[in-house]
């Protein structure tokens, strides 16, 4: 697959390949459209334009998540740069009369960001993220010109990823007490906060899909919570962004980190019906000891997603990845599988892999 175009007729079903390939990275927008020297991204080139030649040389076409504070969607009143021998943090700031709502980007040299909210301790904090949230709907359209030049450097190969698609994730509940008692004692308030993001997020998906994008993707961490949590703050808000998105005509791609076979055992996956599920993390970071055997509960819309190790990609040799491709294929036999990695792409990981992987996809398709 050589184009974006391509790689949408093949999800739509309008190719007759079998088999496809693409690797995602993330953490390149803020390089990219900022030109930080100082920061590599995944596979190590120092702008996307490098990604994307790197997809055209191994014929594959890349994927890049887009976040929404990247491109203007929040309208922050100060952002603070700090660099620190291999780590580089913004800090972005929006005062409002309720307190400050921060978030904090956290780089490290040759690894992708991760983001700090330190907000949502009280319910002042609550109300300040609400006056965020208001505010930036208000300047929405703000965000057109970033997406336009997202569009130019990636060639359509960005996919927006708004918001996080569910409470959980969205109020990065994960690793903070305080934040997960906070979503306890106040559980309308914060279902009353996450329906007001998705309609941020609604906005901004209707002006990135007049500007072009065809892909939207939400990331969730569905495998870290409850059923009854799942239940009530996960399913409801995806369905609702999957009909939406599709309404416009556009593809929801839905990525899983962690550990996944539970989900797809009780069904989870098959109610959401991506149009793009990725992940199927194999151990240690998840439980997907089986690729075919997972994905045969999946309905057969659905087109699937990696889920060659990240850190075999990285140390192995062209060779084994290009068996270990081969392995995974003639499993996935009788499904349109995109072959990648189970999650973003490892920085430092050879070209001559990415190669391997193409050969692999066209090999396989001959014999299908």
């Known amino acids: 697959m050589l184009t974006a175009g391509e790689m ?8 007759a390949e079998a088999f496809a390939v693409s690797p995602l990275f993330t953490g390149v927008l803020c390089q990219g459209m900022h030109r930080h020297d100082w920061l590599k991204t995944s596979n190590d080139p120092d702008t996307i334009e490098g990604i994307c030649g790197i997809g055209r040389d191994c014929g594959f076409v890349p994927f890049f ?77 703000q965000c057109r010109p970033r997406l336009r030049e997202v569009i130019r450097r990636t060639g359509g190969r960005a996919v927006p990823y708004f918001t996080a698609a569910n409470p959980m994730k969205c109020f990065s509940l994960i690793g903070d007490q305080d934040r997960i008692f906070l979503f306890h004692d106040e559980p309308d308030r914060m279902l009353q906060l996450c ?64 550990r996944m076979q539970k989900l797809l055992d009780t069904g989870i996956y098959q109610r959401l019906s991506p149009d793009i599920l990725e992940g199927f993390q194999p151990p240690p970071s998840g439980d997907i000891t089986d690729l075919a055997g997972a994905v045969r509960q999946l309905p ?66 001959r014999e299908a």
């Open 65 to 141: 998540e887009v976040l929404w504070f990247e491109v203007g969607v929040m309208d922050y009143s100060e952002i603070l740069e700090e660099i620190s021998g291999h780590v580089r943090r913004l800090h972005k700031i929006f005062r409002t009369p309720h307190g400050e709502y921060v978030l904090v980007d956290h780089f490290e040299r040759f690894h992708s960001r991760h983001v700090s909210k330190t907000a949502f301790r009280t319910l002042d904090d609550l109300k300040a993220y609400e006056y965020v949230i208001r505010r930036s709907l208000d300047k929405i359209e």
């Open 195 to 258: 329906e007001l993001n998705e309609q941020l997020s609604r906005a901004a998906v209707k002006i990135a899909a007049e500007e072009g994008f065809e892909v939207f993707f939400c990331g969730t961490e569905n495998s870290l919570y409850s059923p009854a949590m799942i239940e009530r703050y996960s399913i409801p808000f995806l369905v609702e962004r999957r009909e939406w998105i599709r309404r416009m005509g556009r593809l929801f791609y839905l990525h899983e980190c962690g």
């Open 300 to 365: 057969e819309n659905v087109v699937t997603k990696g889920n060659l190790d990240l850190n075999l990609l990285l140390r192995s040799k062209a060779e084994e990845i290009k068996d270990a491709s081969h392995a995974l294929l003639q499993g996935m036999r009788g499904r349109r599988h995109i072959l990648g990695g189970s999650c973003s792409a490892l920085p430092g990981t050879p070209p001559d892999n990415f190669r391997a992987m193409v050969e692999a996809v066209t090999e396989a398709n």
């Open 8 to 15: 949408l007729d093949y999800v739509r079903g309008g190719r």
